[in-house]
Nanobody, 123 residues
């Protein structure tokens, strides 16, 4: 199984980035897809999740109103859209796949992880 995250980079505060995570080696539509992030010196935290069929999405309170998440099961890809970025959003962003019945918000519930992509927001 491979989860390839990309789309990170350097952006000014107030700007936008669209990340993507392409999955291979699994039946993509059987997995809820989540995103987490880890800032320097901090623990990894939940950012967003989209259900298997894409009909349900959840985002963390810290990014609500600014971040959305979607998926394209035909392309085995999930897309977090990040708008109105702030310096506090600076982190390595990871995608993860969860095959359990219910949607998960804790990293220990996820089965597979991507390598992470760096997002840096300058003030």
């Amino acid at each position: 199984v491979q989860l390839q995250a990309c789309g990170g980079g350097l952006v000014q505060a107030g700007g936008s980035l669209r990340l993507s995570c392409a999955a291979s080696g699994l039946t993509f539509s059987n997995y809820h897809m989540g995103w987490f992030r880890q800032a320097p010196g901090k623990e990894r935290e939940f950012v967003a999740v989209v259900s298997r069929g894409g009909g349900s999405t959840y985002v963390a309170d810290s990014v609500k109103g600014r971040f959305t998440i979607s998926r394209d099961n035909a392309k085995n890809t999930v897309y977090p859209q990040m708008n109105s970025l702030k310096p506090v959003d600076t982190a390595v962003y990871y995608c993860a796949a969860d095959r359990s019945r219910g949607i998960a918000f804790k990293e220990e519930e996820y089965d597979y992880w991507g390598q992470g992509t760096q997002v840096t927001v300058s003030s």
